[in-house]
């Protein structure tokens, strides 16, 4: 699948199959996060790679919107290190997770955002560190997934020069 494909039906996923990921489908995964571009190039994030089913329900738990963690294939917590950018660099390399992820028939899905200072704990990451997000990943339970986004029109959110010209 080509990169716009990936962008133009990827869709977030909340329920998986029990079916584990191979191994190096997950490495190309955080491959995508840990060669994604950031400002300064400052890298400023960490991937844990959970994919003990434990800690996978326990991560379900401390994410008050993610029960169904529980039942992904893994999940990657997002940690980022102090810096002006990091929010932004480390959601880039989510983003880069994500598409790499759903072009070989991945689903996943975006959980949490910032405040996950529990998930530090369970997971040894040092205080110093946000947990930015936890991301679950996983073969979709839904066999054929199509990519059917509701969206504004390219002319309600593109403009052309100035903001008051449509970009048509």
């Known amino acids: 699948m080509d990169v716009f494909e990936a962008v133009r039906t990827v869709l977030a996923v909340r329920s998986f199959q029990d079916k584990p990921v191979p191994a190096d489908l ?39 919107t993610g029960s169904y963690i529980a039942q992904a294939a893994l999940a990657v917590v997002v940690a980022m290190e102090a810096s002006r950018f990091a929010v932004s660099d480390a959601s880039r390399a989510i983003q880069s997770m994500i598409l790499t992820a759903w072009s070989d028939g991945v689903g996943s899905n975006w959980v949490g955002f910032q405040g996950l200072t529990e998930v530090n704990a369970l997971l040894g990451i040092p205080a110093e560190l946000e947990v930015l997000a936890i991301v679950p990943f ?18 309600e959110v593109a403009h052309r020069e100035r903001f008051v010209q449509p970009f048509e």
């Open 26 to 64: 997950v490495r190309k995964i955080i491959e995508a996060g840990r060669l994604t571009a950031s400002s300064m190039n400052g890298q400023p994030w960490h991937f844990i790679v959970v994919e003990q089913r434990e800690t996978l329900q326990e991560l379900g738990r401390l994410a008050r």
């Open 138 to 155: 996983g073969y979709p339970a839904q066999a054929k997934m199509e990519g059917k986004k509701r969206r504004k029109s390219l002319g």
